[in-house]
């Protein structure tokens, strides 16, 4: 690692590495993602979240696909997908911080809005410039399929996503001048076996790990403008009310006494 590259600040979590297929010019993003898995699951038992097993198994799928992009990309990158799928009717959100090596999301299965087709959004904020959004439809129900076509069509470069193991999976993402014949004939058992057959030169590892970084302070922090336009409108008559976190669906419990604490803390917000 260069001296310029950024510390990353994450103390513990999985390893992601990556590697340059020399005579492919390809780049390879592999890690096991039990780790990530694990943490995702205590999230959700804390939280007593409970969504539907094959909306966990997509988010899984999902969540090791975002990591493995979001190990491929600039340190200073924030990145947020949502990935919209018509059938099953679920919304799946998920959201990177490069710098600090975190990455969350959550699922969406209430409301979720009917489309002619599926959707894939994703959001990308670098410092100082304007975020940059992109869209592509896609079919199927396999978040892998919504990926691959995102990098076709947004980052404008052939990418294929790869499960080798129950929990192993890997990114192989296409490079100028690219041996577009193998790229395209890659299978499961040549991608697992990459390491014996084809010279890498490793680049990067970097750890991922679960961490939203949302709290009670800035869940108040949010509610705090509907509070000052409508104290009624927001607790309903109620002295306490559940408020989910956006981005991870943690469950938080604000009560009046503490949202008008805050408010009197902090006047001029």
Known sequence: MSESTPVNPAESGLEIRTSFVRSRNALLAKADFGPLFVDF??????????????????????????ALHC?????????????????PLVNLFLVGDNSEGSVAGRIFADNVKQMPTNQFFADVVLPGKPKRRSSVEFTGADPFIGLEHYYRQSEQRPARFFQTAEEEFVLVAAHPDYDEAWFEALTVEQVRDLAKNEELGELEKRVCRWHCGCNQQRILQVLQPVFLQDPQDLFLGEEVIEVRCPRCAARYAITREAMEAYVAEH???
């Open 267 to 269: 006047p001029g917000k």
């Open 41 to 66: 699951f205590l999230h959700l038992s804390d939280h007593a979240l409970k969504p539907a097993e094959p909306h966990v198994e997509m988010f899984k799928r999902a969540l090791a696909g975002f």
């Open 71 to 87: 190990a491929s990309r600039p340190w200073n990158e924030i990145v947020a997908w949502t990935i919209n799928f018509q059938d």
